[in-house]
């Protein structure tokens, strides 16, 4: 396995729609592996394949909390086949935008239609932080950040915010 770096935003690459996979054969098993160890190296509970420059439509979540067994679920191709009218708002994170946060709303219960690691079709029922973080790792698919759900004015103070240390960065 091996971790792999994870953009952070503004980067064109995080805008992209990504491309369906055609089946989860051993590379794309690999990916989602890989996706896995670094979300967890940073402790991430949700990661899309585009954060690490894979324009595929691969997504992996663990929701457990550090004193639970670990759940991680592995997602290639996922649709959202069912939402709720009820909707819920609570704040976001993205290992992509780091130390920003700001509250999102969205369906409180989804029900995702997906291909696992076994390249077997499978249904997930979520609600609470699944549900929310699901369908954040599935935004970024379609190139959409959590950013992008709140006004602009927010949005515009965090990402200069995201510029601005990549430049000290880049600089120091
Ligand atoms: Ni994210």
């Not at 004193?67 to 959202?80: H, Y």
């Not at 609570?90 to 029900?111: I, K, M, N, Q, Y």
């Not at 959409?144 to 004015?153: E, M, N, P, Q, T």
Request: proline share 5%; with cysteine; net charge negative.
């Amino acid at each position: 396995m091996a971790l792999l770096p994870i953009l952070i935003a503004p980067d064109p690459r995080l805008k992209v729609t990504a491309e369906a996979v055609e089946r989860v054969d051993a590379e794309v098993r690999a990916l989602m592996d890989n996706m896995l160890e670094s979300m967890h190296a940073a402790n991430g509970i949700g990661l899309a394949a585009p954060q690490v420059g894979v324009a595929k439509r691969v997504i992996v979540v663990d929701t457990a909390r550090e004193d639970e067994a670990p759940r991680p679920l592995r997602m290639a191709n996922p649709e959202i086949v069912w939402a709720s009218e009820e909707t819920e708002c609570s704040e976001e994170g993205c290992l992509s935008l780091p130390d920003h946060f700001a509250d999102v709303t969205r369906p409180a219960r989804v029900r995702v239609r997906y291909i696992d690691h076994e390249n077997e079709i499978r249904e997930l029922e979520a609600d609470g932080i699944l549900s929310k973080c699901v369908q954040h790792e599935m935004d970024h698919l379609d190139g959409v950040l959590f950013v992008d759900h709140i006004s602009s004015l927010k949005r515009n103070i965090i990402l200069r915010k995201l510029v601005k240390s990549k430049r000290v960065e880049a600089a120091g």
